[in-house]
């Protein structure tokens, strides 16, 4: 299974463009990367996935170069609302009966 | 429509005592996964039930763990005998399909053992 690294903590203003970066340095041709949310008292809630390249979706992008060994998540203008734990995954599709998550990255968005 | 509702919301249980938490998952999904949170951690696997086959049980930390699903949709998850390392919150999860990456979680089931 490969592990993921990302920071525990970042802190950001509100409107400003936050980027998570995770590595997983032992990815394997067939793992996707994927990103929850956790708000407090909840949950943790799916944000978006991908294989190479780039994806955006209505919430995030998550960028991922050629090696694959590292992603980026971007949240575009965060809010307030934004302030949650992120957690990095790989994700080996079409056997993801588990998921292993991390401690996660804590963001802060302040005004 | 619905999401994945537990119950009860909150548990405090004295140490010794069995305890069983519920998890309703949404309508149709065939997956169902127990996880655990302790304070300021990351989830911990527990279990998981895809349709009718045998469920993955490797999470699961001692023989005190058990959890059924029943008619392919409710979930009970027991712990008997509870100790004070128990207390945590017990998240369920369900997806469309068994290897789907996107999971819906419910709210969680914050227990205390005193």
Redesign the interface.
């Known amino acids: 299974l490969a592990k993921t690294t990302q920071p525990i903590s970042m802190d950001s203003y509100e409107g400003q463009e936050v980027n998570i970066t995770c590595s997983h340095n032992n990815i394997a041709t067939n793992d ?1 990367i ?1 990103w929850y949310q956790q708000f407090p ?6 944000i978006i ?1 991908g294989y190479k390249t780039k994806v955006t979706n209505e919430v995030a992008s998550l960028f991922i170069p050629a090696d694959r060994k590292s992603s980026t998540l971007s949240l575009p203008r965060v809010s307030l609302s934004d302030t949650a734990v992120y ?1 990095c ?1 790989v ?1 080996l ?12 990255t804590r963001l802060q968005v302040t005004l | 429509g619905a999401g ?1 509702s537990q119950s009860p919301s909150n548990k405090v249980t004295e140490k010794g005592k069995d305890v069983e938490l519920r998890c309703d998952p949404i309508s149709g999904h065939t ?1 169902l ?1 127990w ?1 655990r949170q302790s304070l ?6 527990l279990i ?1 039930f ?1 349709g009718n086959s045998a469920p ?1 049980k ?2 699961l930390p001692s023989d005190r763990f058990s959890a059924e699903r029943t008619g392919g949709s409710v979930s009970t998850l027991t712990i008997q005998r509870t100790q004070q390392e128990d207390s945590a919150v017990y ?1 369920c ?1 369900s997806s469309l399909t ?11 089931t914050r227990l205390t053992v005193t």
């Open positions: 996707y994927t008292s909840q949950g943790p809630r799916f996935q957690y995954l994700v599709t079409g056997t993801a009966s588990k998921l292993t998550f991390g401690t996660g | 994945v997956a996964y996880y300021g951690q990351g989830l911990e696997f998981y895809q993955d490797s999470g998240l999860a068994g290897g789907s990456y996107e999971q819906y979680f419910g709210p969680g």
